[in-house]
């Protein structure tokens, strides 16, 4: 167990790649409580009893867990050289509606048409790590198009901190 760690309620994975699906790390945690919800492609490489509860989203989905309503949003790159990271309709990027907040975390994704099009997002937490996601110009100018409230830039750097 990750010591010192409270009980998780509930687990989102956005994708396959080992840097978004570690199963070490979830082994690591106490998911006797918890719901996990990722993509299929993701659930299928999971072991049916590691969380209590096993939910498939995939992009369009949404799925209420407690008082927060969850949706799934597409990830995927578009620039040419990078098709080969994240295909369209594999991952998830999500929107958390908590009370009355919206939360995007947007997974490994380029400044798609989904995102550019969201809209009232509270806080959005952009992913930028070439070559698998986007350059800082390309999610400025995202950003710019659906104008969160606050944006948090992560980078692989940040989510290994983060996941320690």
């Known amino acids: 167990m990750l010591s010192g760690q409270k009980t998780v309620d509930f687990v989102l994975i956005t994708d396959i790649h080992g840097d978004h ?3 070490k790390t979830l082994e690591g945690l106490d998911l ?9 492609v ?11 509860t096993l939910i ?10 407690d008082t927060i309503k969850i949706e799934a949003i597409p ?21 958390l509606n908590i009370d009355d907040e919206r939360i995007y975390i947007s997974g490994d994704t380029e400044d798609i048409p ?7 997002i509270d806080v ?3 992913c930028m790590n070439l070559p698998y996601t986007m350059t800082e110009k390309s999610a400025a100018s995202a950003v710019l198009d659906f104008k969160p409230k606050k944006f948090i830039h992560i980078t692989i750097e940040v989510l290994k901190v983060l996941v320690m």
């Open 21 to 23: 699906l570690n199963k």
């Open 32 to 40: 006797s409580n918890t719901t996990l919800i990722a993509p299929k």
């Open 42 to 52: 993701v659930v299928d490489k999971l072991p049916k009893d590691i969380a209590k």
């Open 56 to 65: 498939i989203l995939n992009n369009g989905d949404d799925f209420k867990v």
């Open 75 to 95: 990830m995927y790159n578009i620039r040419e050289e990078a098709l080969k990271f994240h295909t369209k309709g594999r991952g998830n990027g999500y929107v």
């Open 114 to 120: 989904e995102m550019r099009q969201l809209k009232d």
């Open 124 to 126: 959005a937490f952009i």
